[in-house]
């Protein structure tokens, strides 16, 4: 892991599709005297090429970008380079997406709907290594899908219990696709896959279970706080 002194800057990159948002959180992050701005992307690919080159404190990214997701360049990045956290800034509070964020090695998660205040101490925190996702249900811990202590689901990968919880809710492997930023090809393999590991035939069973599951008990628990 990078070692960085007290007195230096965190060192940011940028990655959102519109000029406008990437110049106002510019502008905010260095008003701020311990970060700055040493990298601006357009889109998913270049967003990549950028925090592979410049090998940040930090990459803020959007969920929706024009040639890839926010979630897909999220997982090229740790890839690449293991010492980056990624940060997702998006306006989408929805808990799969937080979960496969988790899972794509994201540090964190952040509505842009927060503070000037709250948005500059999330940074901060991932800058240094720390976790905050947070969503509209509060603080979560990236392990936070590897805590269920349901028999079956510990069976799933993380995304599969997203998923899993979607069949629940009745979307159609299409509007799942959509919701997870996944190709509908993608889904129904999840699907095959999880149906398997849990011992059912039919989708319906899958659905049947996650809503007993979720009548006994919240899946979503605050664990921090920033």
């Known amino acids: 892991m990078k070692s960085r002194s007290a007195s230096m800057s965190s060192t940011i990159v940028l990655v959102d599709d519109h000029h406008i948002v990437r110049s106002g959180l510019k502008a905010l992050i260095e008003s701020a005297p311990d ?10 690919r270049v967003g990549v090429q950028e925090a592979t080159r410049l090998t940040p404190d930090a990459v803020v990214m959007d969920l929706r970008l024009p040639d890839m997701s926010g979630i897909e360049a999220c997982h090229e990045i740790v890839t690449r380079a293991p010492d ?3 940060l997702i800034l998006t306006s989408y509070a929805d808990r799969a997406a937080v979960r496969a964020a988790a899972t794509a090695g994201a540090s964190g998660y952040l509505l842009k709907q927060v503070t000037a205040f ?5 940074i901060r925190r991932v800058a240094s290594g720390g976790e905050a996702f947070v969503t509209d249900r509060g603080v979560m811990g990236a392990q936070e899908a590897e805590e269920e202590n349901d028999p079956l689901l510990l069976r799933l990968s993380p995304r599969e219990r997203a998923i899993a919880g979607h069949i629940a809710a009745g979307l159609t492997n299409r509007e799942i696709a959509e919701e997870m930023f996944l190709a509908e090809k993608t889904v129904k393999n999840y699907v095959s896959h999880l149906l398997t590991k849990m011992g059912f035939t039919r989708r319906s069973e899958a659905a049947a279970y996650m809503a007993r599951l ?3 008990t919240s899946r979503w628990a605050t664990v ?3």
């Open 84 to 86: 980056v956290n990624v």
């Open 118 to 122: 709250e948005l500059l101490e999330t």
């Open 224 to 226: 921090d706080s920033l």
């Open 214 to 216: 979720d009548a006994e």
């Open 35 to 44: 970060m700055k701005v040493v990298g601006e992307a357009e889109s998913g």
